[in-house]
């Protein structure tokens, strides 16, 4: 796993995670990857599906290859891993990527360039991400930043190649990172498993100097959530759905993010309206309600305690 100067998306590599995928699927996010990157490494968390010959036909080409991690280690295991190879092949750039994200033909041309341009300001970049898209929906989630109160909503001023957003964290599905932030920050923090592993990570590199920032001109297709419900409130949107699992990691890791030094104060009182808000709307109005207000109280139980890893067995 060399780095391949010739290449379309020379000396950046890609982390593709997977979890019990849909293989027509998988192979979209591949297809739409490969032409613009050096090389894909598929890190699976313990499928059962034989991906070994669904991802033949792709692997042939020398550009793909699969580590298999025998079970579930959590997503912040599984982008150690595929991080730690990146590192260690020489790589300079490497895109983080989930199984159900679809990049535009440009996306991460549009990430690199955005990112140059923000250096040539002076700003110390931790790394790019992309708007992204719910295919379910036609909703594009805005950029998130620290607000006093409540989270701060950042939309792009412009699309134009090179715009660029400041922000303090993005999804990790989409982040391009510099090796060399990767060395001086570290990777992600395994205990989290999932759920939050992108916004510690964001809030560490923020404490060390490091802003991300939302590339305007990249776009990415992805989902959020099993499914999503319409509600109104003050206004009508579409919200993403969480099993009961999920919803436990949820709330355990928001308020295991409030131990942690480097997590500015600022994120403390909008977090917790948000995670209140979270409670109160899947244990009254989701099914299953029981079993959502169940873990949830577990969340919050294992989050007060500090209690990290994963929860009982590794399924999701």
Not at 8 to 26: D, F, I, K, R
Not at 135 to 140: A, L, S, W
Request: aromatic share 6%.
């Amino acid at each position: 796993m060399r780095p391949d100067p010739s290449s379309a998306g020379a000396n950046t590599a890609a982390v593709l995670v997977t979890y019990l995928p849909q293989l027509e699927e998988l192979h979209a996010v591949l297809q739409a990857t490969l032409p613009q990157v050096d090389r894909v490494l598929v890190v699976d968390n313990g499928s059962p599906a034989d991906l070994e010959s669904a991802l033949a036909p792709l692997r042939a080409g020398g550009r793909v290859d699969l580590l298999r991690l025998g079970r579930n280690f959590g997503i912040a295991h599984a982008h150690n891993r595929g991080l730690n190879a990146i590192l260690a092949a020489g790589y300079a750039h490497a895109l983080i990527l989930d199984q159900d994200s679809v990049p535009a033909p440009d996306m991460v041309a549009a990430l690199h360039e955005a990112a140059a341009a923000a250096r040539r300001t002076g700003m110390r970049v931790s790394t790019a991400g992309p708007r992204y898209v719910d295919p379910r929906t036609g909703q594009e989630p805005y950029f998130v930043g620290l607000g006093r109160w409540r989270f701060r909503r950042i939309a792009c001023a412009s699309h134009e190649p090179g715009a660029y957003i400041a922000v303090d964290w993005i999804i990790s599905s989409g982040m391009l990172i510099d090796a060399a932030v990767l060395r001086e920050v570290g990777l992600m923090r395994e205990e989290l498993f999932i759920d939050e592993v992108d916004t510690e990570w964001c809030l560490r590199a923020l404490a060390r100097g490091y802003r991300p920032i939302g590339a305007c001109a990249a776009v990415m297709r992805h989902t959020l959530g099993s499914d999503t419900v319409r509600v109104r409130f003050n206004r009508e949107r579409r919200v993403p759905v969480h099993s009961p699992i999920r919803l436990y990691y949820i709330l355990r890791n928001g308020l295991l993010l409030a131990r942690l030094p480097h997590v500015p104060a600022m994120w403390w009182v909008p977090n917790l309206k948000r995670l209140a808000a979270q409670f109160v709307f899947f244990s009254t109005m989701i099914p299953p309600r029981i079993a959502n207000l169940r873990m949830m109280v577990r969340g919050i139980r294992d989050g007060l305690l500090g209690r990290a890893g994963p929860y009982g067995d590794t399924r999701r």
